[in-house]
Structures are given as structure tokens and as C-alpha cells.
């Protein structure tokens, strides 16, 4: 069964930087797309910033040039390392692995337990 297991969140001053990380264990094959996401307005899931098998990123807006997004495909591991945080920053982040299944666009998706990231100003 397909686990992640998410570390990193904690308190930090606005202006700090902290790095999460997220590890992927079982059948999770060789194509997959992990990212961040972070808790919006209704309790919804916005993307913070995603990042393909081969490196591609991307990024919210709100984040860019702050957030970098990196992955270790030997370890099956994605990090995110968050610099000048900012108290708005202030949120529970889940990461997000997605598995494609034929006939695409069709996925597997699986989500690992929220950490939270505290910004104090």
C-alpha cells in the first residue's frame, strides 16, 4: 500500500526558512507527479507547488521566488524549501503523490498527513 510520510512543519519567524519533506513508500511506480498543497478559503486544497518525475515544477504565484520545490526520485522523496516566509504563509501542508492510469487523464491519487507550518511575525 502506498504511504507518504511527511515531515518538516514547525513554528519559524516571518523572514525564516524551513524545508519539508515527503517519502513515498510501495507500489508507486516509475511515472509520478508529487507536489505541495496547502488548505484555502472552505476548506479546500490549493496547490502550492507540484513537480513532474523529470523535474518540471510549478509553482502558485503567491510562492514563487520564495519556494523552491525539489525531488529525489532514488528516494522517492520531494521536498520543499520555503524561504522568507511570511505570516500568511501560516498553514497545514499536505503532499500529494498522483500515479497515472490508462486511459489518461485518469490517476491515482494519494495524500499524505497534513504537517503544520507556523509563521510568526
Known amino acids: 500500500q502506498v504511504q507518504l510520510v511527511v515531515s518538516g512543519g514547525g513554528l519559524v519567524q516571518a523572514g525564516g526558512s524551513l524545508r519539508l519533506s515527503c517519502v513515498a513508500s510501495?507500489?508507486?511506480?516509475?511515472?509520478?507527479?508529487m507536489g505541495w498543497y496547502r488548505e484555502a478559503p472552505g476548506n479546500q486544497r490549493e496547490l502550492v507547488a507540484t513537480i513532474s518525475r523529470g523535474g518540471g515544477t510549478n509553482y502558485a504565484d503567491s510562492v514563487k521566488g520564495r519556494f523552491t520545490i525539489s525531488r529525489d526520485n532514488a528516494k522517492n522523496t520531494v521536498y520543499l524549501q520555503m524561504n522568507s516566509l511570511k505570516p500568511e504563509d501560516t498553514d497545514v501542508y499536505y503532499c500529494k503523490l498522483v500515479i497515472p492510469v490508462p486511459p489518461y487523464p485518469y490517476a491515482k491519487v494519494y495524500w499524505g498527513k497534513g504537517t503544520l507550518v507556523t509563521v510568526s511575525s
Open positions: 510501495g507500489s508507486i511506480g516509475s511515472d509520478n507527479d
